[in-house]
Each structure stands twice: as C-alpha cells, then as structure tokens.
C-alpha cells in the first residue's frame, strides 16, 4: 500500500480521516455549514409560507370590511328613502280662550299710616321722659316734660299787667260813669241857668273819659293775649303724642338742653309711627297700569321671615300718571295691622289677582322666537305646517295670552323641530292628550 498524501483533500478523504479520527475540526466545520444551510432553507419556506397565510387573512378582512360596508350603505339608503316618505310626528294643543286671570306679584314696601319727628315747641331743659322706643302710646299722651324759667317768669309778668291794665279799667269806668251823670245834668239844665259853653264842656268831658275807659279795655285785651299766649306755650312744657302710634325713636336724656323749632340746629325728641292701618307703596308696571288705577282692588301681601304669612289689603290710591324713567305707576296698598306683625319698611311681596282679558291662552311651548319676531307653528286639516306672527299680551309663565295671530280651536306645533319647514307635512298626535295640562287649575 503507498502512503497517503496529506495534501489529497477529497471528500471522501476527508470522510475516511474523519472515520478514523483524522482532521476533526475540519471535519466539524463542513457538517455545520451544511446543517446551517439546511436550516436556512426551512426557515425561508417556513417564512414564506406565513407571509402567504397572513397576505390571505387579510384580504379575507378586507372582503368583510368591504361587505359590511355596502350592506350598512345599503340599510342607510333605505331608512333615508323610509324617513323621506314618512311624515315626523308632532305633539300639537288647541288654542283655547284665557278663562283665568293672572295673578301679578310685584314688590312692596310697607310705611307706616303716619310718621312724625317729634321736636320742642317751648326753649328749656328736660326734666322727665316718660316713653322710650317700642313703647305704643295713645293721642295726648305725656311722652316728656321740659322745665321753662323763662316762660314762667314772662307768664307772671303777662299776668300781673293784665291785673293792672284792669285796675285801669275799673278807673276809667268809674270816671266814665260820673262824667255821663254830670253831662246829663248840665244838658237837662233850663237855658239861661248854665251857659252852653259849660254844657259843651261836660259833654266834651264825657266823650273823653269814655274814650280813656275805651282805651284801658284794649290795653286789658292786650294784656290777655299775651298772657294766653304765655299759657298756650306753658301747655308745650308737657310734650303729648299727636297720634296713636309706637315710639320708633328717642333721642332726649334728662338734663338736656331744647330749642323750639325744627330748624338744622334744633335736635329732636322723639320719633314716633302710627302702624295700624299700614301703607304698601307699589310699583306697577306700565302693561297692568290700567287694571290697577281703580281704587278698591283686592290685594294679597305676602312676608317672609320671623313675621311672614299672608295679609288681605286692597289698593286705596294710585298716582294716575306713568314714571317717564322707570315706565311704573305708584299704588298704594292699605292693610289693617291690628296686631302690628309688619313694620314700617319692611319688604314684601303684593299679588294682585288681574281679571281675563278675553285673550288666547297657549302653552309657551308652542312659541318659536326668531329674529323676525315671535311665531307659532299652525297645522290645518290637511297636517300641513305653516308658520304665524303672535303677539303676546301677557306672560303667565308655562301660559302666554296672546293678542293677534291666533284664534281659538287653532292647532299650534309644541316643541317644533328647525328641521321642519312651512307646507311640510306632519303625522298629528292626539290633542286630547296634549292638552290635559292646559285644563289643569292653575
């Protein structure tokens, strides 16, 4: 046998040495090349074949998709062709005559009957004070008492000349009295025993002690009015409620020092309010003016609080003419407050009941508002749509009364849709139903 040549590579060389444990890693190296390529070439078609599948789901899904999509078209087709000839139903209620008056509340302000500031007729120092506030007091009351040196003093000298100018009188009369019995004589004289001359001057005597007695009672009149003034004047050291009422305000103290009069540096004593009956002032609108200008229209006055409940009045005068600013009428409201439960300035609520007016009455549901102005949607017999200018005469709330545009038995739309046009047609749902809430009281 000839020795081998290591050089001879071949591969069954290779094969043989392997065999016998000749040249492993070279051996080694070959096997995993070719077990690399064979896992690489099942890779691919595995890889290949995954693609395919997901390639074919997927056009699969789009085939669905595209299916479901046509169908849906379809389906929208149809409902639209369906809701094209198929006329939107519409809730409808009958436009009825307003039976019922509105009842308008409005706000209030309770005043007092009467209210007086209270000041001094007479200059002097307090001496008592007989009421405080909250304390109710008939007409001529005490409320006060003021102390007046002075007017004493001037009452006493206005006495003693009265007395005086009396003495004087008492005089001169009892000069007239001779002088009339010395005139009578010398006048009754035969002629030719006094000269006329003496008679002239007796009787000039007479005339002028008349005159003097004439002139002592002016001067005792003067005297007397002074001195009844004085005494009128001592009447006000007793300061005296000029009505029944309740002392709302004291500003006096004993001690303190008071100026007649009611001038900006004169202080006042007392405040006083009469509560029972009480005035509401209300303002009322321009729209319900004419309704409540007539005196004797019943009034309910609402309050809330501590004192709240509900109070009976009526309307006892209106000013009659329209606040050019505000466009409200002054009412006046009186309530008997024998209990005194409202005060003067309180706020509160004043419901005037207003008659029908002979309006139609709709729910405001049915009003459509537009640039253009307010409208109702009106259906004929036909259900065919047609749209109406209102106007509204009164707002009731869920209730509107209207003036023109509407005439009863009409069949107005509630709630319309902007969708529904003029001459459309519209599938009418049963008035009867609908208009139950109309019957309702109110």
Do not use: C
């Not at 081998?4 to 591969?11: C, E, I, M, S, V």
């Not at 005089?171 to 008679?199: C, H, I, L, M, Y």
């Not at 549901?365 to 017999?381: E, H, K, M, P």
């Amino acid at each position: 046998m000839q020795p081998h040549d290591p050089k001879d590579r071949t591969p069954q060389t290779l094969a043989e040495q392997s065999s016998h444990g000749q040249y492993p890693d070279q051996v080694s190296r070959n096997e995993g090349d070719e077990v690399s390529t064979r896992f690489s070439a099942d890779t691919g078609r595995r890889t290949k074949r995954g693609v395919g599948i997901g390639l074919s789901i997927l056009a699969v899904l789009l085939v669905i998709v595209s299916v479901v999509r046509i169908l849906h078209a379809h389906s929208v087709a149809r409902a639209g062709e369906t809701a094209d000839s198929t006329p939107p139903p519409v809730d409808i209620v009958i436009a009825r005559p307003a039976s019922v008056g509105q009842d308008l509340v409005l706000p209030g302000e309770t005043a007092a009957w009467y209210e007086s500031t209270i000041y001094a007729r007479v200059n002097g120092y307090v001496s008592k004070w007989l009421v405080d506030i909250g304390d109710h007091v008939k007409k001529g009351q005490v409320l006060a008492i003021i102390e007046t040196p002075e007017l004493d003093a001037e009452l006493q000298g206005a006495q003693a000349q009265l007395r005086a100018s009396q003495s004087q009188v008492a005089a001169r009369q009892a000069e007239a009295e001779f002088s009339k019995t010395t005139n009578e004589r010398w006048r009754d004289a035969p002629k030719g025993v006094v000269s006329e001359q003496e008679r002239e001057s007796k009787k000039a005597d007479y005339e002028s002690s008349m005159a003097r007695l004439y002139a002592a009672n002016s001067q005792v009149n003067l005297d007397k009015s002074k001195v009844d003034q004085y005494a009128a004047l001592a009447e006000f050291k007793q300061v005296k409620a000029p009505f029944d009422g309740t002392i709302t305000e004291r500003k006096i103290d004993v001690g303190n020092l008071v100026t007649a009069g009611s001038g900006s540096t004169t202080t006042p004593m007392y405040r006083m309010a009469q509560t029972d009956p009480l005035r509401i002032f209300v303002d009322v609108p321009q729209s319900a003016a004419g309704e409540l200008m007539n005196n004797g229209v019943p009034a309910q006055i609402r309050a809330t609080g501590a004192v709240g409940g509900v109070f009976s009045g009526k309307i006892a005068r209106s000013a009659e003419s329209i606040n050019t600013q505000a466009r409200t009428m002054r009412v006046e409201v009186d309530m008997p407050n024998e209990n005194h439960k409202l005060l003067p300035g309180m706020y509160v609520a004043v419901a005037f009941s207003l008659p029908p007016r002979g309006l139609v009455e709709v729910p405001a549901a049915g009003l459509i508002f537009r640039s253009s102005g307010t409208q109702v949607a009106l259906v004929d017999g036909a259900g065919k749509i047609s749209f109406q200018t209102v106007q509204i005469a009164r707002d009731n709330g869920s209730l509107v009364e209207l003036t023109s545009g509407v005439r009863p038995g009409d069949r107005l739309v509630l709630n319309i849709s902007s969708q529904i046009a003029a001459g459309q047609s519209v599938a009418v749902n049963e008035p009867e139903r609908i208009n139950q809430p109309l019957g309702a009281k109110r």
